[in-house]
Structures are given as C-alpha cells and as structure tokens.
C-alpha cells in the first residue's frame, strides 16, 4: 500500500476508541485511486441521471401508441432514438422509465438483503451450537416455502406493486448471504485475533460487529454484485407470471422478457433495455471489486 | 462427526415439520382453488368434488389427513394429472432433472473455479478483466435469451445437435446443461476470485511458498482449501435449486422435468402437487446445507461443530 504515512498507522491505532471514521476515510481513499471503479460509479451514476430526468426530456407519452410508426428501428428522423415496440410505443422512454423501478429494486432489495444476511449469518456462526442450529434451520424453511403463493400472499396485504415484489424478493436472496456469512464466521472465529479480542474481554456482540463482520466483507460485497442481476431479472419472471410491474409499467425486466421473442426481427427491442442492463451491472461490478479491495481488512 | 451429522439428521424432522405447516396453511389461504378452471361446472359436481378429495372438511382435519398420509409416504394424488399421483409425477420427471442439474453443476464448479482461480493468480490484468466479462455476461443475460440463441447457432445453422426434445441421448442433454450452467458459472467464478484473492495473501500459503513448494501444488493444496468456503456455501442451495429444474429451460427444450411443476402447480392451486414439490425440494436443502456443513470441516481444519 502506497499510503502507511504516520496518519494512518495512527489512525489504525485509534480505530479501538473510534470506531471506523479512519477506516472508512482510508477506504474511500483507495477507493478514489482505483480507476475502473471511479469509471463504473460515474457510469452507474450518469444511468441514474438519465433515468431520473430523462422521461421529462423525451418527447413521447409511454403509453402512447403511434400507428404510423409500428415496430420501426430507431432513426433521428422520427425521433425514436430507440424505435418503437409493436404498439408503436417509443422504446427509449419505456427503457428509461423501466430503469427508475429495475434500479430501484435491484439495488434497494440487494442492500436490504446484504444488510439482513450479513448480520444473521454472522449472529449465527458466532453463537454456535443450539442457536446456529436454531437459526439455521429456519432459513432452510424459508428457503423451501412455496415462493409463488409467498408472493399472493404479499400482494393480498400490500397490494400488487414494486413494494410486495421487493419484500418477496428481498426475503429469499439474504438466506444464501446468510448462509456465505456463517460459513466464513466458523472459520473466522477460530482464528488468533478473535481469540484475542475475547480475551481482552470484549462482548461478544462487539466482536461480531468489529471483528467477524467487517472480515467478511469480500464474499458478500462480490456476491451482492451478483444478487442486482438475480433481482432484476427475477422481478420479470414475477411480472410475467401477473404477480409484478404490469404494463403499461415497465420495467428492464420486463423489456428484456418482451423483446426476447422479437430477436430475430427486431433485435433492438431486446438490445436497447439488455444493454443498459449490462452496461449497470458491468459498472456495479467494478465498483464492488473496488469496494471490496479498499475495504478489506486483510489487505491492508 | 458421526454423532453430529446423525443429530442433524433428527433436526431436519422439526424443520420439516415446520416447512409442511407453513406452507399447508399458506396455500391454503390463497384466493382461489383447484377448480377454478372449471366454469361449466354445476354446484353439485363441485360439491361432490370438493367431498372426493376432502376440501369440504375444516382446515385443521384437512392438515392432520395430510400428516398422516404423508407419515405413510403417500401424497395423494394430483388435482390437475388426473389419475397420476403426486409421487409418480415427481418420481417420473425427477431422474431427468437430476441429470441435466447434476450435470450443469458439475461443469459450473469445473468451469468456475478453474477461471475464478485464474483470475485471482492473474488479478487486475487482461486476462482478469476478460474471465469477469464473461462472468458477467452469464448472470447478465438471462436463459429465456440464451437458450434461444443457443438453439439457433448450433441446431439451426450448424445442425451439430437438435433443437429440442428428449430421448435421454446426450445430444438433447448439451445445449440445456450447458444453458443451465451459465448463471452459476458466473457466480461461481465471481465468488472463487474474490476469495482466492484474499487466500493467497494469506499467511500459510506464503508459508508454502518460502519452504519452497511450487507455484502449482501451493494454490491447489493450500489456497483452494480456504478460498472454496464462500464457493461452498453458495453451492449447496444453488445445487437444491438446479437439480429440482428450470422451468424456462424445460419449456424451451421441451425436457419432462420437474422445473415446471414448480410455477404449474401453483397457478393451478393443485394443493396436493404444490406440497409435494415443496417437500420433495424442502429435503433437498436440508440435505445440501448438512453436506456443505460437513464439507467446511473438511476444507477447513479449524472449522470445529460441538
């Protein structure tokens, strides 16, 4: 590491009575010098801008059809700058409209989950014997209850919309970070440090947030850049089956879904809402390395 | 270990029981029923319906029928495949979605961890950059759209293997395993660099390597042993997973498997198939999270269960 100037090796020292603001300060730092990840967050961001302001800047109306122009590519000439779908709807604003609530699940239910998993996971393999047991066996229950009629029931109290589909989404994804935690837990806490933090007389609690936690933050920050794709996506196979965001809402998902079909003759129906999903999970992709490398305490 | 892997055995009874009480009564209080398809008919015949397959009893009796039969290992018959019991559908799709699941998996975990390693050995260069890309674009792109294009590169254009269908040859078994393969290879990979990364730093391997082992024997015997823990644990539900079926990938190659039962089952409210599913698949994750737990103790010497 470039930076073990005095400031820092003091902060590190510090860290005992302060928690963290040295740590995250560092971190950011490390953060910042990474070039693929400042490239990914500007990226992630300039989305987030287009989909934000963007529909007010395009000059259709989503729900309208326009019969001159039926499945036509995209041209500067009509002002479809991504064509039109097979009810003559303008593709680009549904693939910006369709961005606010994909991004908004993808990565609220990703934090959500991370947040949950990471915390249960790490109780859980801490505690040992009856209470892992315990807590364990309830996320296999979870894992195995019949996840359609979990999600009618959802929608029966809070109604059908990007709110149910967020609470039945979020709670299946956090069982397999639990379940990554745990595991990193068994073999962290048997580890020289914690030993020595438990013999220093910290609570237990303590050790899980300042030391198990922050040592598992590798594993779970890669595996939420994986959950984002797993939402958005899963939130399309739940819109399909009438449960999620039905038309004329749209969502990537969605999008994606309806244009498959249509890839042969119209690929940039499937191309347009695809590519701006790739391009966001390349970026969060690179931010999560990032993430991971300026954070992890192993690699100081 | 015998001792605890037989106590788990004894605990995965109330987790059972657990799951099958849940979802009984979940089912059950979702709007609609079995019948609804039925327009035509009278309230007599559903009456009569209703009386044949015992929906007219209180819900309480209905569960503890329930419980008692299945305590015979019967799960009635199915209220949507006439004359086919719920076991027999299971039993019938099953062996063919463990094949193509058991499979995918197998080709994820070679494949993953080989490029996941690689690109940890290789961090941040080209050849890193290249194995994430391609990672990427196996969560990325979802299987409705790979499997279609799988279909037509190689069946359409280069006529190497058929479109769709099932004979149990393994050309119809290629193009699926190898669709159903992608997302976990992604994850797979993704997961294994991540950790790998952090197990070569570590101190035992670089012990291993100033006492001189080589580059090879370092990375296999001492890093993948404790960079495979996060590998581990995500491939124990995703196998439960992969092995029940893809209902998408068993629609677009037409495979008899179980994926579909799994979505069918439940728009058709076919109580009885929905429970059978939701066992079948419940004792497959008890099962796979009790070998992922027996696996750590191996990978991992330190990782000790009282």
Redesign the interface.
């Known amino acids: 590491m470039t930076d073990t100037s005095l400031d820092t090796i003091l902060g590190a020292e510090l860290d005992s009575d302060e928690p963290g603001r040295s740590k995250i300060k560092d971190g950011l730092g490390r953060l910042r010098r990474n070039h693929m990840a400042v490239a990914g967050m500007v990226i992630v961001g300039l989305i987030v801008l287009a989909c934000a302001l963007g529909p007010y800047l395009v000059p259709f109306d989503p729900e309208n059809q326009d019969y001159s122009a039926i499945s036509t590519g995209p041209s500067f000439a009509s002002g479809h700058l991504f064509g039109t779908d097979d009810l003559g709807r303008d593709v680009l604003i549904r693939v910006l409209l369709g961005g606010r609530t994909s991004l908004a699940i993808g990565i609220l239910a990703s934090i959500v989950a991370v947040v949950i998993g990471t915390s249960y996971g790490a109780i859980a393999g801490f505690a ?2 009856a209470v892992d ?1 315990f807590m ?2 309830f ?3 979870l ?8 999600v ?2 959802l929608t ?1 109290v809070f109604g059908q919309g990007i709110l149910s589909i967020l609470i039945a989404i979020g709670s299946l994804i956090w ?2 970070v639990a ?2 935690v ?3 837990t ?2 962290l806490k ?2 020289e440090f914690i030993e020595a933090a438990r013999a220093g007389g910290m609570k237990p609690l303590s050790i899980v947030r300042r030391h198990i936690v922050p040592n598992t933050i ?2 779970v ?3 939420a ?2 959950l984002v ?2 939402v958005i ?1 899963g939130e ?1 196979f739940l819109s399909y ?1 009438g449960l999620g965001v039905q038309e004329p809402a749209s969502s990537w998902g969605t999008l ?2 309806a244009g ?1 079909p249509a ?2 003759q119209e690929p940039y129906q ?1 191309l347009f809402p ?1 590519g701006a ?2 391009l966001t ?2 970026s969060l ?1 690179f931010i999560a ?1 990032g993430l ?1 490398d300026a954070f ?1 305490p ?2 100081r | 270990m015998l001792r605890y892997f037989l106590r788990r055995l004894l605990i995965a009874i109330p987790t059972l029981l657990a799951l099958i009480t849940i979802s009984f009564f979940m089912i059950r209080a979702a709007p609609g029923g079995p019948w609804d398809g039925n327009r035509k008919a009278t309230p007599e015949v559903m009456a009569n319906l209703n009386k044949a397959y015992h929906l007219d009893e209180p819900l309480p009796e209905q569960y503890g029928r329930y419980l008692w039969s299945i305590m015979h290992l019967d799960f009635g018959p199915s209220f949507k495949y006439r004359d086919y019991t719920v076991s027999e559908l299971i039993f019938l799709g099953f062996p063919i979605s463990l094949d193509i699941g058991l499979w995918a998996i197998f080709v994820a975990a070679t494949v993953g961890i080989s490029l996941g390693t690689v690109a940890a050995l290789r961090q941040n260069s080209a050849i890193d950059y290249a194995v994430m890309t391609v990672g990427m674009v196996g969560v990325a792109v979802p299987s409705f759209v790979t499997s279609p294009l799988l279909q037509l590169l190689f069946a359409l254009t280069l006529h190497w293997l058929p479109v769709a269908g099932w004979d149990g040859g393994w050309q119809h078994k290629i193009l699926p395993i190898f669709a159903l393969s992608l997302p976990p290879i992604a994850a797979i990979s993704r997961l294994t660099r991540g950790s790998m990364v952090e197990s070569l730093r570590s101190n035992h391997v670089r012990t291993a390597r100033a006492k001189g082992l080589g580059i090879r024997l370092t990375v296999l015997r001492h890093a993948l042993l404790g960079g495979l823990l996060p590998t581990l644990a995500y491939l124990g539900p995703a196998t439960a997973g992969i092995v029940t079926g893809s209902v998408v990938i068993e629609k677009i190659f037409s495979i008899p498997g179980i994926g579909r039962y799994f979505v069918e089952a439940a728009s058709n409210r076919d109580y009885t198939l929905v429970m059978g599913t939701v066992i079948f698949y419940g004792v497959l994750i008890i099962l796979a999270n009790l070998f992922v737990d027996l696996a750590y103790s191996l990978l991992d010497p330190k990782v000790r269960y009282d």
């Open positions: 040992g014997g047991q364990m066996r996320v296999d229950v894992y195995g209850l019949p996840f359609l009629f979990f009618i029931m029966m069982l397999t379940v990554i745990r595991g990193q068994l073999s048997q580890k590798g594993p920050i890669v595996y850049s994986l794709p797993e996506l399309s089956l994606i879904a498959a890839m042969e499937l695809g999903l790739a999970l390349f992709n390395d991971r992890d192993k690699d």
